[in-house]
């Protein structure tokens, strides 16, 4: 831009100091990444007013963190894995905004905030070069339920959503665990709070939450407003007392539920967080981490 306007002023020239924070435990499998590195896109981009269409970022952002390229958009949104050799068309489509299916809740259950042992980049290089399973699920089964998933969203069906969600969280740690060696991203507590959901849905009678698990222990629970009181009665039940379910008002969860699975994940839980689809990244002008000499305002000298 600045070759083609010599008037233009020259900000590549231009020395950066980033400063970026995060309110997510980093490196837990908590998509902490793909937050920064979007909003480290979005920044840059308005910076030096770059083209703001957010499939085009997209593609820089997931350089960073490849989830990052869907956290360039807000509402649902959909990494496309794109054809081209150089993956120039691997980028992030949105499916719906927020605002289409605006009833989906998100809690999610801080199982371990340390650091994991085996990065997401790392493992997903390891399973790409040794997992067997890999290739089957890469080329047959995840575009089958990405194109079930976008239905599913689109038509605000929560019960398919829910299935997909499910079953492909536990096929991706089987993949895990056909790396050599094996990843071990889920814990005791982690298959505990899978049997939880399971056991909240059998004695529902319905599909009214979902739990998934990126690279990492800690659970997402994915549920609908309309089932809030269902998945408040089993967190105010297993976790009564951590940070996060202060004003969490919930009634008991019965005599049918297996209270035998609650004691297993006793005290397994730091902290949850309640929260929805939202927007992506916004810019604001109130608001800056750096001082007026271009220190981090934390260590500002």
């Known amino acids: 831009m600045e070759s083609a306007d010599l008037s233009l002023p020259k900000l590549s020239h231009w020395p950066l100091h980033i400063v970026s924070e995060n309110n997510f435990p980093t490196a837990a499998g908590l998509a902490s990444s793909a937050a920064g590195f979007a909003a ?20 820089i952002a997931r350089q960073g963190s490849g989830s990052a390229c869907r956290s360039m958009f807000g509402g649902y949104v959909s990494w496309e894995m794109g054809v081209e050799e150089d ?11 927020a605002s289409h299916w605006p009833e989906m809740r998100a809690a999610i259950l801080v199982v371990s905030a340390a650091k994991k042992g085996v990065s997401s980049t790392a493992g997903m290089q390891a399973t790409v ?29 929560f019960a398919t959503f829910a299935e997909i969600t499910m079953k492909d969280s536990n096929q991706f740690h089987a993949v895990c665990l056909d790396t ?7 814990n005791d507590i982690s298959r505990g709070l899978i049997r939880l959901v399971e056991e909240l849905n059998r004695v529902a009678g319905k599909l009214v939450a979902a739990y998934t698990f990126d690279a990492g ?23 009564e007392g951590v940070p996060g379910l202060e004003d969490v008002q919930g009634k008991g969860l019965g005599e049918e539920f297996n209270i035998w699975l609650v004691k297993a994940v006793f005290g397994g839980v730091s902290r949850v967080i309640l929260t929805g689809v939202g927007d992506g990244p916004e810019k604001v002008e109130d608001k800056s981490l750096i001082d007026e000499f271009g220190n981090p305002k934390s260590v500002a000298l």
């Not at 896109?41 to 703001?52: K, Q, S, T």
């Not at 040794?130 to 689109?154: D, G």
């Not at 050599?180 to 889920?186: D, G, K, N, R």
């Open 40 to 59: 480290l896109v979005r920044a840059i981009a308005d910076l030096y007013v770059l083209p703001h269409d957010p499939s085009f970022l997209s593609r």
């Open 87 to 97: 993956g120039s068309d691997s980028l992030a489509q949105q499916v719906a905004p």
């Open 129 to 157: 070069a040794t997992s067997e399973l890999f290739s089957q699920r890469a080329a047959h089964v995840v575009p089958l339920r990405v194109t079930r998933m976008k239905a599913a969203i689109r038509e605000r069906d």
């Open 180 to 186: 050599s060696p094996p990843i071990f991203y889920l």
């Open 217 to 239: 222990p800690n659970a997402v629970i994915y549920y609908l407003e309309d089932n809030k009181e269902w998945v408040m009665a089993l967190l105010k039940t297993c976790f």
